[in-house]
Structures are given as structure tokens and as C-alpha cells.
């Protein structure tokens, strides 16, 4: 379809009713990004604490924080943990608030007997994860 004239003739384009006619609309579509799982969260910092020797079941220790950079709960909601494996000194030493990180002791403690503990905390999060090769586990 084109114009033989030099200037355009608008009735040309005007939709009639006598034959075969291409029909047209458009619309805008909002794409809304979905966020996917493939942020792990990542402990802000690594930190030394101390403890008093003597001090009674459940003293906080510390509280540790990861953030995980997904833009939506539950991708980026945070979960901790202690690490369940033999070679995790601390494990029966202290627990962990699941949801806030903060630590406390489960025993009291000598110092006489042992002097540090080295104690290793992981961070969750809530969702299963899609990064290649997680197996559908949350990031850690
Ligand atoms: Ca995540
Ligand atoms: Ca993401």
C-alpha cells in the first residue's frame, strides 16, 4: 500500500467495508520482573567475641548478620544456623536464634578448661534456590 500522490490523501486510510482489510490494535503490556533466588546470603562481617568464663546458661554472645541481596521476601528472607558437623567446635557449646543470628551459650563456661571455641554459624534463605546445581535448597 503506498500514496501515488505527493501529498497524502487521509482517505485512503480510513477503515472501509469493501474487501479484504488488515485489522490493527495496539496495546502497552507491563512487564513486572519476577525476582528469582540466586542471591546467597552473605555474612557482613567475620567477628571475634568474648565470653566470661562462669557466666550462666544463655548469656547472649553476639548477634552475626547476612543480608541477602534478592529483591523479595522469601528469596531474601535470612535463616540461621549452626553448622551440624563434627568439625564445628562450638556446636554444642552455643545455639543460635534462627530468625535475629543472636548466640547464646548452652553451657557455663571454664576457662581453665578450654580457652576459645570456634564456632560456625550458616546462613539460609527461604527459598528454594535457582542457581544451577543447588538440588532446589536454599542458598547458603
Ligand atoms: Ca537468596
Ligand atoms: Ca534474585
Not at 485489522?23 to 571475634?48: G, H
Request: no cysteine.
Amino acid at each position: 500500500m503506498s500514496d501515488t500522490g505527493t501529498h497524502t490523501n487521509r482517505k485512503q486510510h480510513e477503515p472501509r467495508n469493501n474487501g479484504a482489510q488488515q485489522l490493527a490494535s495496539e496495546a502497552t503490556v507491563y512487564i513486572q520482573l519476577e525476582d528469582v533466588n540466586d542471591e546467597i546470603p552473605l555474612f557482613t562481617e567475620r567477628e571475634q567475641e568474648t565470653v566470661l568464663e562462669g557466666e550462666p546458661i544463655g548469656t547472649k554472645v553476639t548477634q552475626v548478620n547476612a543480608i541477602d541481596k534478592d529483591g523479595t521476601f522469601p528469596n531474601n528472607q535470612v535463616y540461621y544456623y549452626i553448622v551440624d558437623s563434627p568439625r564445628n567446635e562450638g556446636k554444642d557449646f552455643f545455639e543460635i536464634n534462627l530468625q535475629s543470628g543472636e548466640i547464646f551459650t548452652k553451657v557455663v563456661f571454664d576457662r581453665e578448661k578450654q580457652g576459645a571455641y570456634a564456632l560456625e554459624v550458616e546462613a539460609r534463605d527461604g527459598a528454594p534456590s535457582a542457581r544451577p546445581n543447588s538440588n532446589q535448597q536454599p542458598n547458603s
